[in-house]
């Protein structure tokens, strides 16, 4: 069974409600680092399914909408580990304390909270970090059974 992802929202560019479409940066930085097609490898979906505006120096993020999302994925038994893309995703999902990798269990389900791989975040310039993303998402795509590699591993 494959891991689902989970996005924010479709990006002011998108043409429609496709999580990680291909051509998007975010799709493209995760295929470079697993070395496949995110896309064929994982499933996807967004907790909104619009770009929701600007809010500051970020986006907008209707907190209220999202939870109902999330709670939908979870009510779903499609998928037995869900990726969270991001510090409002977790949150949506009631992960907002979560580190980054560390797996937190909700029923049956596995899921892990991940940085968001836009352009505008500085996590993604360590290449210590991106090592440990590159091997956390290569054992997820391989495995899909929750037996991940933990990023916050020394």
Not at 78 to 87: A, C, E, P
Request: glycine share 10%.
């Amino acid at each position: 069974m494959k891991a689902l992802l989970v996005g924010q929202a479709p990006s002011r560019r998108s043409d429609g409600k496709e999580a990680f479409p291909k051509g998007a940066r975010s799709a493209k930085r995760l295929s470079t680092l697993i070395g496949g097609d995110v896309r064929r490898l994982f499933d996807a979906e967004n907790l909104l399914d619009r770009w929701p505006g600007k809010a500051g120096k970020g986006d907008s993020f209707p907190i209220e909408i999202a939870r109902k999302k999330a709670i939908e994925l979870l009510e779903t038994d499609r998928h037995d580990i869900l990726i969270l893309f991001g510090r409002k995703v977790a949150e949506a999902f009631g992960l907002g304390d979560a580190r980054w990798f560390e797996e937190r269990r909700i029923g049956r389900r596995s899921l892990y909270a991940v940085p968001h791989p836009s352009g505008i975040n500085l996590w993604w310039n360590d290449r210590t970090n991106v090592e440990k993303a590159r091997r956390f998402f290569e054992e997820v795509a391989r495995e899909g059974n929750g037996n991940v590699y933990c990023g916050n591993e020394a």
